[in-house]
């Protein structure tokens, strides 16, 4: 059974920075995964905010977040990091990872839609304050 368990939110201040983490466990090996990081705010759609292939190599972000959000994997510690630089209130919500296996990923913008994920974490929330 595939599980992601998401950690690293919490509460920061307009301008700073968090590092949230995913690890992915049992399943396939990690490099047969293609991995992404949305997130949710109350009374929003689920937002894709950054995507990654297999091999780390390739990325794609949401406008939203382009030039502050870095997204990476550590592919021998089966890990998805997302790094959240200059944040602002309007990134307050929960975060999550999620993911879907295949040897060939999507990229460009499909890859932030959610309906190609289909294994989800629990989220993580992160709340920004001005």
């Known amino acids: 059974q595939v599980e992601l368990v998401e950690s690293g939110g919490g509460s920061v201040q307009a301008g700073g920075s968090l590092r949230l983490s995913c690890v992915l466990s049992?399943?396939?090996?990690?490099?047969?995964?293609?991995m992404g990081w949305f997130r949710q705010a109350p009374g929003k759609e689920r937002e894709g905010v950054a995507a990654?292939?297999?091999?780390?190599?390739?990325?794609v972000y949401a406008d939203s977040v382009k030039d502050r959000f870095t997204i990476s994997r550590d592919n021998s510690q089966r890990t998805l990091y997302l790094e959240m630089n200059a944040l602002k209130p309007e990134d307050t919500a929960k975060y999550y990872c999620?993911?879907?296996?295949?040897?060939?990923?999507?990229?460009?913008?499909?890859?932030?839609?959610?309906?190609?994920?289909?294994?989800w974490g629990q989220g993580t929330q992160v709340t920004v304050s001005s």
């Open positions: 999620a993911v879907y296996h295949s040897s060939a990923c999507v990229l460009r913008t499909s890859a932030l839609k959610a309906r190609i994920y289909n294994i």
């Open positions: 049992g399943g396939d090996t990690f490099t047969n995964y293609c």
């Open positions: 990654i292939v297999s091999g780390g190599g390739n990325a």
